[in-house]
Structure formats: C-alpha cells, structure tokens
T-cell receptor, first 115, second 110 residues
Framework: DAGVTQSPTHLIKTRGQQVTLRCSPISGHKSVSWYQQVLGQGPQFIFQYYEKEERGRGNFPDRFSARQFPNYSSELNVNALLLGDSALYLC??????????????FGEGSRLTVL | GQNIDQPTEMTATEGAIVQINCTYQTSGFNGLFWYQQHAGEAPTFLSYNVLDGLEEKGRFSSFLSRSKGYSYLLLKELQMKDSASYLCALGGTGFQKLVFGTGTRLLVSP
C-alpha cells in the first residue's frame, strides 16, 4: 500500500515568490495535516483538514493557506516567500480527525529553499 | 501554551540501554507520542501513552506521569540503526494537532 506521498520533494524559490506543495494521503484516510520543520527543530503544526474542512490552524501568518479536495488530497500554498520559510514541509494523514487519538502517518516532505 | 523540553543530544553504545527524557508544561492534552526521525526522512510513530504508566513495544518502551509532567522513551539492545532523532509530542485537544519538542539526537557507536 502506498504511504503518504508529497510533491515536489525539493524546490528552490526566491523571496516574494509563491509556492504550492501537494500531498496525497494514505487511501482511506480523511484527515490531512501540514507541519513545518526547520533544521534542528521539531515539526510545527500549520493546518489540519478533515472531510475537506479546516479543523485547526497553527500560529502562522495569512501567507500560508491550504485546502483539501474531494479525494482527500491537499495543497499547501505559501505566498510572498521569505527567507525564513526555508524548511521541510511535512504532510501527515490519519483515518480520524479527532483530537490526539492515534498516530499520524508522515510523508517524506517537501524541502523548500528560499533564496 | 505548551512547552516541551528534551535533551539535545545523547550518545550510547551498541547493545546498551538508553533513556530519553521529556518534560512538559501544558494546560491539557490527550496523549503523549514518541516519534523517530532519521536524518532527511519522515518521522515515524513509535509509541503513544494516554494513561500513566509504561507501554512496552519490543525493544522500545515509553512511560508517562501526568502528575509530574514527565515522559521517557527507553530503548534496549541498541543497534546502529537506532541513531536518529527522537521527538516527544503532545496530542492536542479539540482537533488533531501534535506539539513537538525539538527532539533528541541519539548517536549509537560500536
């Protein structure tokens, strides 16, 4: 069975540009979460979507947005990129959307470098 | 808010036992998770504690004390492949969110 897949795996952008990252959850999983991991730190929560609705949002500026499609895949968009947005962006899926129950299954991530 | 503390780095020898501690301050959480992350790879789930006490899973065990705000991950019979970062995370309430610590980088030497 395929795990969580993310694309692209690596990308380089310049300041001020916009980026779209994509995630396909494990088949049957309806919840998708996005995390940002800066080098040397733990992942930081950005968004959770369940059944195509935003369930939670972390402490990130409005430049960050996301959506979930009818097939439960998801996109994360970041506008007006800053150097500090350089990080590994992780997508995680789960069969349930409820709080704190069960494990999250992470994809390999999209490594974004902003120059 | 929530605050999680873990040692930055630990070293151990192959075949030994190592305990990675995690202390936290929070107003509420549903459970405590441990994840393993090899360099350049995705975090993978190791264990989950809801109630106080010890959860054992093969070579890995995790302990939680809610009253003390304390957890640990115990790794036995260390192998070279256990060299990785170990992330302690609190499971949120209300919606599905994990708050991660900065992680403990474990280096296992021969």
């Amino acid at each position: 069975d395929a795990g969580v897949t993310q694309s692209p795996t690596h990308l380089i952008k310049t300041r001020g540009q916009q980026v779209t990252l994509r995630c396909s959850p494990i088949s049957g999983h309806k919840s998708v979460s996005w995390y940002q991991q800066v080098l040397g730190q733990g992942p930081q929560f950005i968004f959770q979507y369940y059944e195509k609705e935003e369930r939670g949002r972390g402490n990130f500026p409005d430049r960050f947005s996301a959506r979930q499609f009818p097939n439960y895949s998801s996109e994360l968009n970041v506008n007006a990129l800053l150097l500090g947005d350089s990080a590994l962006y992780l997508c995680a899926s789960s069969p349930r959307g409820t709080a704190g129950t069960g494990e999250l299954f992470f994809g390999e991530g999209s490594r974004l470098t902003v120059l | 808010g929530q605050n999680i503390d873990q040692p930055t780095e630990m070293t151990a020898t192959e075949g030994a036992i190592v305990q990675i501690n995690c202390t936290y301050q929070t107003s509420g959480f549903n459970g405590l998770f441990w994840y393993q992350q090899h360099a350049g790879e995705a975090p993978t789930f190791l264990s989950y504690n809801v109630l106080d006490g010890l959860e054992e899973k093969g070579r890995f065990s995790s302990f939680l004390s809610r009253s003390k705000g304390y957890s640990y991950l115990l790794l036995k019979e260390l192998q070279m492949k256990d060299s990785a970062s170990y992330l302690c995370a609190l499971g949120g309430t209300g919606f599905q969110k994990l708050v991660f610590g900065t992680g403990t980088r474990l280096l296992v030497s021969p």
